[in-house]
């Protein structure tokens, strides 16, 4: 490991748990130096400078515009940042011109917490906010990752102080020494491996991508519960997580091929029984990839507990508590396949309030 490297002058803050070094095949990455506990700070910083806009918005123009008015200390730090690789700044910054520095912001940015901006005449929009963040921006991207970084800011002090930093969390127990990784993307968990590399634009190196390259049956079956998981999340909430990202290539088949269930799932027009059922489904599966830490394993118990107690026909109910209750998953899913089909005396109201919220007309 390089003495001198550029990375070693990065101002990481000195309470942070955590140090910079070379991860194989992923540059640099962040590791923990004590055992952090999960819901724990890691690191809170203040951006190096903000663009407020929609994301797809912002120009070439915008970045370099930005970076110069940034000191001279302030340029040499993003000219770290180039490539992921020691960068000496020899004729000045701004000789990359500003497709290098684009390049810089697009690997570097965060986003912040979304505001609404007022517009004459009562009119809102929302606005977006992006941050570059030099330090934050070292973390490795993880499919199954151990940290995050909340876009929302936790209380409305937060709100005043934090509205130009950002902040990172523990979000599982991390071991000294161990790295220390975030997920780049939201909406990870219903993609399959390669809709992953394509989004993230590098071929990611995790350890779920890595079994998952170096295991055919293993990637098989990872990308069918990925599928599944997006299915089961179309039908739960009729929203397709991730048809923002789709393209026009072949990849992007309907979610829902069945086009009777796929009304059902767009006019909220499933039974009680069967969401339970789905809920049962979507856990195990998450689980199953993985990606049920301790947080979602307790927010699912959570609502597959209120999923149970919302049945109105006391019979059905009954069974439903009875399912979640059951230690392994065969035992529970077996439990509640026996409410298949079962009507409820719930359902009327249930459909109505799920139609309520996503504004479908009653
Ligand atoms: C914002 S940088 C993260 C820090 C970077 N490793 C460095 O040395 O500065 C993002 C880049 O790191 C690399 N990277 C991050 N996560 C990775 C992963 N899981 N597998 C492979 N490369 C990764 C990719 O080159 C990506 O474009």
């Given at each position: 490991m390089a003495d001198d490297h550029p990375y070693l002058d990065l101002p990481i803050p000195k309470y942070a748990p955590i140090e910079l070094r070379p991860t194989p095949g992923k540059g640099w990455g962040v590791f923990a130096t004590r055992d952090i506990k999960r819901g724990s700070l890691i690191m809170k910083e203040r951006a190096m400078f903000i663009i407020q806009k929609q994301s797809g918005n912002i120009t070439e123009q915008d970045v370099y515009e930005a970076v110069e008015r940034l000191s001279d200390s302030q340029m040499h730090i993003i000219a770290c940042l180039s490539d992921n690789r020691p960068r000496e700044l020899s004729n000045g910054m701004m000789d990359s011109g500003p497709l290098a520095l684009a390049q810089i912001w697009g690997k570097n940015c965060f986003s912040l917490e979304s505001g609404v901006e007022g517009r004459p005449f009562g009119d809102y929009v929302e606005q977006k906010r992006w941050g570059l963040f030099p330090c934050h921006s070292r973390f490795n991207h993880s499919c199954?990752?151990?940290a995050g970084v909340p876009?929302?800011?936790?209380s409305p002090s937060e709100s005043q102080v934090g509205r130009n930093s950002t902040s990172s969390y523990a979000e599982r127990d991390i071991a000294a020494g161990e790295e220390i990784t975030i997920s780049y993307k939201n909406g990870f968990r219903s993609r399959t491996l390669d809709e992953r590399h394509r989004l993230l634009e590098f071929e990611c190196s995790c350890t779920v991508c890595d079994r998952a390259s170096k295991d055919p049956t293993f990637r098989q079956v990872s990308d069918l519960r990925r599928r599944l998981i997006r299915g089961l999340i179309y039908l739960l909430d009729g929203i397709d997580e991730n048809s923002e990202y789709d393209d026009d290539d072949s990849h992007s088949r309907p979610v829902i091929c069945d086009p009777i269930m796929r009304k059902a799932a767009d006019n909220c027009d499933f039974p009680l029984s069967a969401r339970l059922i789905y809920d049962l489904l979507l856990a195990v599966l998450t689980e199953a990839e993985g990606l049920l830490d301790i947080e979602t394993a307790a927010n699912t118990w959570t609502h597959v507990w209120r999923r149970a107690c919302s049945f109105g026909t006391e019979e059905n109910r009954k069974i439903a508590k009875l399912a979640v209750q059951q230690k392994t998953w065969i035992e529970r899913l077996g439990m509640a396949f026996q409410l298949d089909g079962r009507a409820d005396a719930a359902d009327y109201w249930h459909t109505l309030a799920y139609r309520q919220v996503k504004g479908i007309k009653i």
């Open positions: 199954q990752p151990n876009e929302s800011p936790e």
